[in-house]
C-alpha cells in the first residue's frame, strides 16, 4: 500500500511467504523511482563494505567459495511464536546472511537445503538449517541454527578466491583476517587482521536510504538482487516459490 501511495519503503525482512506479491512491489517501486530498502542488518557492517572495496579492486581474484553462519540460542517462548510460521530458523536468521552470499556471488544456479528439528523442544520449529548454493565455478554455504550456544561469538563471513581470502568474525562486532598472494597499498602479502571500529546496525542503512532519497546516488541493492535473495531463500527453507 505504501509503495502504491508513492512513498519510500524501509521493508522488514524476510520479505514474505509469496515471492510474486514481493516481486509485483519491487516492479512497482523500480516504476515510480521509489525506494523498497530491506531490513539485512549486515549491508553496512563495515566489515562487509572492506569486503566489497576488495573485490572491487580485483583483490582476491575469482571467488570460489563463500561460507557463512548466523545462529543463536532462540528461549523456548519465541520457539513457539517462530513455529507458527514456515520457514524455520533459516527464514528468521539465515535471511540475514543469504543477502550477503548474493552479495558476492549473483543468484545461484540451484539451492539445496538440509532441513532439522534438532532441539529437545517439541514445538516443530526447524531450528538447524543448512543451505548450499551452487554457481558454475563456486559453492556457497548458508547455516542457521537456533540452538547455538553462545552463537553471536561464532557468526562469520568468509570469502575465499584465487588470490586471496577475507575473513569477517564476528559479525555483530566485526574483525577481518585478511590472507593475499600479493600486496596492496597498505595491506601486506601474507596473513594479518584488521580491528574494526564498533557500529551501530541500521544507522548505515538510515544514512543510505536518505542519500538516495535526495537523488545524491543510486540505490546500491538493485530489485534483482533483493529478488535473488528471496527466491534463494525461499529454496533454502524448503518452501515454494509461490501458492
Known amino acids: 500500500a505504501c509503495v502504491t501511495a508513492g512513498k519510500h519503503v524501509h521493508l522488514e525482512k524476510p520479505a514474505g511467504e509469496s515471492l510474486s506479491q514481493y516481486e509485483s512491489i519491487l516492479k512497482s517501486g523500480d516504476r515510480q523511482k521509489l525506494m523498497v530498502q530491506m531490513g539485512y542488518m549486515y549491508r553496512y557492517n563495515p ?7 576488495f573485490l572491487r579492486q580485483g583483490w582476491l581474484g575469482e571467488v570460489f567459495e563463500v561460507h557463512t553462519v548466523m545462529s543463536k540460542v532462540v528461549p523456548p517462548a519465541a520457539r513457539v511464536q517462530l513455529a507458527e510460521y514456515p520457514g524455520g530458523i533459516m527464514f528468521e536468521l539465515g535471511c540475514h546472511i543469504m543477502d550477503l552470499v548474493i552479495g558476492v556471488l549473483g543468484g545461484p544456479e540451484k539451492v539445496d537445503s538440509y532441513v532439522r528439528h534438532s532441539g529437545k523442544e517439541d514445538d516443530g520449529l526447524l531450528d538447524n538449517m543448512l543451505a548450499v548454493l551452487s554457481y558454475p565455478n563456486a559453492i556457497a554455504s548458508v547455516k542457521s541454527a537456533a540452538i547455538e550456544v553462545e552463537g553471536f561469538a561464532r557468526r ?13 568474525k564476528p559479525l555483530d562486532n566485526p574483525s577481518v583476517r585478511i590472507s593475499l598472494d600479493e600486496a596492496h597499498g597498505e595491506f601486506k602479502r601474507g596473513t594479518q587482521e584488521i580491528a574494526l571500529p564498533k557500529y551501530s546496525r541500521y544507522v548505515g542503512d538510515a544514512a543510505d536510504m536518505a542519500r538516495v532519497i535526495r537523488g545524491e546516488k543510486e540505490n546500491s541493492f538493485s530489485p534483482q538482487h533483493d529478488l535473488d535473495v528471496q527466491t534463494s531463500l525461499l529454496k533454502a527453507c524448503g518452501l515454494p516459490l509461490d501458492e
Open 47 to 53: 566489515g562487509v563494505v572492506m569486503l566489497h572495496e
Open 156 to 168: 562469520h563471513l568468509t570469502v575465499c578466491g584465487s588470490k586471496g581470502t577475507f575473513h569477517i
